[in-house]
């Protein structure tokens, strides 16, 4: 069965430092894709980064990088220089091709960042 | 482009009515997906289709739901009756089914809150 698993309920930060965020999952399916979502406290869900299993390189968007470890089954979402405004919950979601596109999404983590 | 769009954002209603939750996917997309949110589950997948099909509603907690989507810009998820236990949040998405075009990934609604009381 496919899973993906959060295990950091909260992290703390201060602010411009770097924080990583893990993520793990499970899947015998080739093909597949994992997300960072940002849910702030109003409620939203914003896509962050994408990383697919054939991408030969981590993904990075601005300050959010994807450490991805294909063999560790891992894909760790680093903030770099964080600020105050990242305080927010980070879902980790993942899609693979046997799924007809569905997306399943871990329990979450909730960063706070310190000034 | 508008976004997918959700209503109503807050619903509050008495145990036993009718609710109806609607979603406006972005245009072109075609996949729709209907989520849930809570403190103790977090997000739970309801119920998905392709092309305004349905294609599984395993996630679909019990016969008081129901979902349909009769055209590709209009879905709707019903609760009849409805029940304090089904007070969430819930999320609209939708998405391209391409494999390129995944990497943009699925874009949510602001969600519609609803309160049963």
């Known amino acids: 069965a496919q899973k993906i698993t959060q295990t950091q309920p909260g992290m703390f930060v201060q602010e411009k430092e770097a924080v990583t965020l893990d993520c793990t999952y499970d899947t015998s399916d080739p093909s597949y894709g994992l997300f960072w979502y940002k ?6 869900m914003i896509f962050l980064i994408y990383q697919g299993s054939y991408d030969q390189q981590n993904a990075t968007e601005g ?12 894909a760790n979402l680093v903030i770099s220089a964080s600020q105050l405004g990242d305080s927010a919950m980070y879902f980790c979601a993942f ?8 997306l399943i ?10 000034p | 482009d508008a976004g997918v769009i959700q209503s109503p954002r807050h619903e509050v209603t008495e145990m036993g009515q009718e609710v109806t939750l609607r979603c406006k996917p972005i245009s072109g997309h075609n996949s729709l997906f209907w989520y849930r ?4 589950r977090g997000l739970e997948l309801l119920i998905y289709f392709n092309n305004n099909v349905p294609i599984d509603d395993s996630g679909m907690p019990e016969d008081r739901f129901s979902a349909k989507m009769p055209n590709a810009s209009f879905s709707t998820l019903k609760i009849q009756p409805s029940e ?18 995944v990497r943009d990934g699925y874009t949510f609604g602001s969600g519609t809150r609803l309160t049963v009381v």
């Open chain 1, 105 to 114: 999404f871990g329990a979450g983590t909730r960063l706070a960042v310190h």
């Open chain 1, 95 to 102: 899609w693979f091709s046997g799924g007809y596109n569905k």
């Open chain 1, 39 to 44: 849910q702030p406290s109003s409620g939203e």
């Open chain 2, 37 to 40: 949110q809570t403190m103790m």
């Open chain 2, 84 to 101: 304090p236990r089904d007070s969430a949040v819930y999320f609209c998405a939708s998405s391209f089914k391409q494999p390129g075009a």
């Open chain 1, 63 to 74: 300050r959010y990088s994807l450490n991805f470890q294909k063999a560790r089954k891992s």
